[in-house]
């Protein structure tokens, strides 16, 4: 089946009735250059396991961003 693209309207992700929650990647960068990401459907939850990563002495920067 064919969509037709023009008549679908574009929304944004805070307005799309259809997503049951948003999806939080943390990346977790490490001195040597390597990095580690995991996903989190909790902001919380990811926003806990960023904290715990920071204190860490071989972890450079742990970041949160929301991917969908």
């Not at 969509?3 to 040597?32: A, E, L, P």
Request: glycine share 4%; aromatic share 10%.
């Amino acid at each position: 089946m064919v969509v037709n693209m023009k008549n679908q309207k574009r929304t944004s992700f805070r307005k799309d009735g259809r997503r049951k929650h948003h999806h939080w990647q943390v990346t977790v960068f490490y001195k040597d250059g390597e990095r580690f990401a995991r996903t989190y459907t909790v902001h919380a939850k990811a926003a806990g396991f960023a904290e715990r990563q920071k204190k860490s002495p071989v972890v450079k920067m742990a970041r949160v961003i929301e991917i969908s």
